[in-house]
């Protein structure tokens, strides 16, 4: 054994490109569904990280030189992280917005809600004992600035969040820089 070797390295597996864009899919249709981190996914499909993100380096790299996405390249596990990213992306925006509609749904109509209070004693013994369970049924009101805010952004023309004003004159600085006023006299700018 030479000095350069280490024996306690242990050597990474030899991929076939095939195998590769196998373990890449497997690594990708894990990661989109938002369950679980890229480094979760990557290590259950036993995978190391290193090895990973060199594929997709390489892939990158593919990519930008302008080769094309081959059915077993480097560059198709790059598009495949890629494309598995975005759908994550798009996924978390369309729960984000469900999540978002409830919740101001929630502060639109008011809502209840139950608190549970437990008393609790000791008994002859010294240990606790539930003594009594009282459930309060709390109604929330609706908040008047979520109100506010779903009117003026579903109703805009009948319920603008903003003042206008008008004061009737023309306005033609480019061609004589006067202002015209309603009462026809002018203003030199």
Same mark, same amino acid.
């Given at each position: 054994?030479?000095? =350069?070797? /280490?024996?306690?390295?242990?050597?990474?597996?030899?991929? =076939?490109?095939?195998?590769?864009?196998?373990?890449?899919?497997?690594?990708?249709?894990?990661?989109?569904? +938002?369950?679980?981190?890229?480094?979760?996914?990557?290590?259950? !499909? %036993? &995978?190391?990280?290193?090895?990973?993100?060199?594929? $997709?380096? &390489?892939?990158?790299?593919?990519?930008?030189? +302008?080769?094309?996405?081959?059915?077993? @390249?480097?560059?198709?596990? !790059?598009?495949? &992280?890629?494309?598995?990213?975005?759908?994550? !992306?798009?996924?978390?925006?369309?729960?984000?917005?469900?999540? !978002?509609?409830?919740?101001?749904?929630?502060?639109?109509?008011?809502?209840?809600?139950?608190?549970?209070?437990?008393?609790?004693? @000791?008994?002859?013994? %010294? /240990?606790? =004992? $539930?003594?009594?369970?009282?459930?309060?049924?709390?109604?929330?009101?609706?908040?008047?600035?979520?109100?506010?805010?779903?009117?003026?952004? $579903?109703?805009?023309? /009948?319920?603008?969040?903003?003042?206008?004003?008008? &004061?009737? +004159?023309?306005?033609?600085?480019?061609?004589?820089?006067?202002?015209?006023?309603?009462?026809? @006299?002018?203003?030199? $700018?």
């Amino acid at each position: 054994m030479s000095k =350069t070797e /280490n024996p306690r390295a242990i050597q990474a597996p030899n991929y =076939t490109p095939k195998e590769r864009v196998n373990k890449t899919k497997q690594v990708c249709e894990a990661y989109q569904t +938002g369950k679980h981190s890229l480094g979760a996914c990557i290590e259950s !499909a %036993g &995978l190391k990280r290193r090895t990973f993100d060199q594929w $997709v380096g &390489l892939g990158k790299k593919d990519i930008a030189a +302008g080769k094309k996405i081959g059915r077993y @390249s480097y560059a198709k596990c !790059a598009d495949l &992280l890629n494309k598995a990213k975005q759908q994550r !992306a798009e996924k978390f925006k369309a729960e984000l917005k469900d999540r !978002a509609r409830t919740g101001l749904e929630k502060l639109i109509t008011g809502y209840e809600r139950e608190e549970t209070r437990t008393i609790i004693v @000791s008994d002859k013994d %010294g /240990n606790p =004992t $539930v003594k009594e369970k009282i459930v309060t049924t709390k109604h929330t009101a609706p908040n008047a600035t979520a109100v506010i805010f779903a009117l003026t952004n $579903v109703d805009a023309d /009948n319920f603008k969040h903003k003042n206008d004003l008008n &004061l009737g +004159g023309e306005l033609d600085i480019k061609s004589t820089g006067l202002i015209k006023l309603p009462d026809g @006299s002018t203003i030199e $700018v």
